[in-house]
């Protein structure tokens, strides 16, 4: 596993083997993953280029939700964007 860090962005890369019941067969391969984290949310790309972000903890200030094909920092973007149009609390 490896680990980046910079300014609000830490990117970790982690790899697991076996099958969604983490048991390991002949069939399965190497998964590799790319997992974002950024002002509180945790972006985890998709297989069809989509990005999925979740907040990182409960409470959720925002529910999950999913972007369209679009480059990380169009996903920050749009973190930031929800966020400084986030109702107050």
């Known amino acids: 596993m490896g680990q980046l860090r910079s300014s609000n962005t830490e990117i970790r ?4 083997m076996g099958t969604a019941t983490g048991r ?7 998964h590799q993953r790319w997992v ?5 949310f945790v972006l985890i ?3 069809d280029l989509t990005w999925l972000v979740r907040p990182e903890r409960s409470p959720m200030q ?3 939700f999913r972007t ?7 996903v920050k973007a ?3 964007w929800r966020l400084d149009h ?3 609390m």
């Open 36 to 40: 974002v984290r950024y002002r509180g």
């Open 68 to 74: 369209p094909a679009s480059s990380v920092d169009d």
């Open 62 to 64: 925002q529910l999950p």
């Open 86 to 88: 986030a109702p107050a």
């Open 24 to 30: 390991s067969t002949a069939s399965s391969s190497l």
């Open 13 to 16: 890369h982690t790899a697991s």
């Open 45 to 47: 790309p998709q297989n």
């Open 78 to 80: 749009l973190i930031d």
